[in-house]
């Protein structure tokens, strides 16, 4: 059974930039079945997909965030990873990690809640 | 964007009862419809993908059907479990889109 884990900083100040990685285990980033992808939720609020990575290196992004967003792949050490500059309040959030089966969301990470303030 | 519209967004039903979950979008998103369920504190999971097909490991009592707009998900009978918050999800256009989700709480 396949499992994600994000983990980064709990805390980034306002300006700076938030960086998170999803290690993935009992399966592969490499794996051309499957793409690997960032989803958002703010406290008390509903689910924002970020965007989504295969193995080749292919993104996507959603619209609203793509001039912020960069999403990069590992293959050496099975793991992807989210980078999201000039953050501010409104970026606070649990970021999950998650595999992608046709375009919805197989397997979900537990999730790292991450609070911009300073 | 595809907006997707979930509908009640609260719903209060008794133990045993049946619930009926409703969530709309703005354009036809074919079957590519998936449904997840979300408990506090926890991450979501998927219940239901290409609008009426159960994810591994998923009870029979939850079921999903539409196309096109209108979908609809079904827990025929309510176990203690299954209260929580359920979103939908459309996977037919980018950028891949949540309704807000319905609440299923106990009444």
């Known amino acids: 059974q396949v499992q994600l884990q994000e983990s980064g900083p709990g805390l980034v100040k306002p300006s700076e930039t938030l960086s998170l990685t999803c290690t993935v285990s009992g399966g592969s980033v490499s794996s051309g079945s499957y793409y690997w992808s960032w989803i958002r939720q703010p406290p008390g609020k509903g689910l924002e997909w970020i965007g989504y990575i295969y193995y080749s290196g292919s993104t996507n992004y959603n619209p609203s965030l793509k001039s912020r967003v960069t999403i990069s792949v590992d293959t050496s050490k099975n793991q992807f990873s989210l980078k999201l500059s000039s953050v501010t309040a409104a970026d606070t959030a649990v970021y999950y990690c998650a595999r992608v089966r046709w375009g919805y969301f197989q397997h979900w990470g537990q999730g790292t809640l991450v609070t911009v303030s300073s | 964007e595809i907006v997707m519209t979930q509908s009640p967004a609260t719903l209060s039903v008794s133990p045993g009862e049946r619930a009926t979950l409703s969530c709309r979008a703005s354009?036809?998103?074919?079957?590519?419809l998936a449904w997840y369920q979300q408990k506090p504190g926890q991450a979501p999971r998927l219940l239901i993908y290409g609008a009426s097909t159960r994810a591994t490991g998923i009870p029979a009592r939850f079921s999903g059907s539409g196309s096109g707009t209108e979908f609809t998900l079904t827990i025929s009978s309510l176990q203690s479990e299954d209260f929580a918050v359920y979103y939908c999800?459309?996977?037919?256009?980018?950028?891949?889109?949540f309704g807000q989700g319905t609440k299923v709480e106990i009444k």
């Open positions: 999800q459309q996977y037919n256009n980018w950028p891949k889109t």
């Open positions: 354009q036809s998103v074919s079957s590519n």
